[in-house]
């Protein structure tokens, strides 16, 4: 392990030119959320929304029910797609009886 010392003046300067970047960071993603920040979902989190097993929301993936996007070895659900899955799922109820 190699220990690297610098001045005060030095770090103090690191630290508030990272803290300038971190915030042109936060302004950026703030401007363009809306646009390209959509919440995704992995499959446990779909799974625990749906109350399905993995292998149930895999048969979803197979018959093209729930739209999905691959990323290396890792499958991500944007949340509008569950949302409009459940609302194609859910059925009417039924009036009671008198």
């Avoid at 799974?47 to 895999?58: A, E, G, W």
């Avoid at 609302?87 to 009036?95: D, I, W």
């Amino acid at each position: 392990m190699e220990i690297v010392n610098i001045e005060a003046r030095t770090y103090e300067a690191m630290i508030s030119c990272f803290e300038a970047f971190a915030e042109k960071v936060e302004v950026t993603l703030g401007r363009h959320g809306d646009i390209r920040l959509k919440k995704w979902l992995d499959n446990q989190d779909v799974c625990q929304m749906l109350d399905i097993t993995k292998r149930t929301l895999q048969s979803y993936r197979d018959k093209g029910l729930l739209p999905f996007c691959r990323i290396q070895h890792k499958i991500f659900y944007k949340l509008e797609d569950v949302e409009k899955l459940l609302e194609l799922s859910s059925h009417p109820r039924k009036a009671l009886m008198p």
